[in-house]
């Protein structure tokens, strides 16, 4: 059985640091890419991040460049999202998803082509 599964989420005050992992099971080969997503309460899904599997290519967002970063781990098959300098307005469930390439990521109207979802981490930033 596919499947992925998010943790590490938590409450943090602004300019704390967390670190999310996504840890997948029960693929047969490697996926192409891994995205993280998230979804604050009232808001559209937005895609923040993605890591490819061939060559670790990576893809962020405006709005988390330069404080987030993904890497991934091969053998374990578990991405993680190293979330610094962390804004409330950074407070949302995180998701991750396998995709097709990371452009996908960059791509709202492609979200619901995405069939693998693990079941989210909420992420709080706030004083």
């Known amino acids: 059985q596919v499947q992925l599964v998010e943790s590490g989420g938590g409450s943090v005050q602004p300019g704390g640091s967390l670190r999310l992992s996504c840890a997948a099971s029960g693929f047969t080969k490697d996926y192409y890419a891994m995205g993280w997503f998230r979804q604050a309460p009232g808001k559209e899904r937005e895609g923040v991040s993605c890591v490819t599997s061939r060559d670790g290519s990576t893809y962020y967002s405006d709005s988390v460049k330069g404080r987030f970063t993904i890497s991934r781990d091969a053998v374990s098959k578990t991405v993680y999202l190293q979330m610094v300098s962390l804004k409330p307005e950074d407070t949302a469930v995180y998701y991750c998803?396998?995709?097709?390439?990371?452009?996908?990521?960059?791509?709202?109207?492609?979200?619901?082509?995405?069939?693998?979802w693990g079941q989210g981490t909420r992420v709080t930033v706030s004083s």
């Open positions: 998803a396998t995709t097709a390439n990371c452009a996908v990521v960059g791509d709202p109207s492609q979200y619901s082509l995405l069939q693998i």
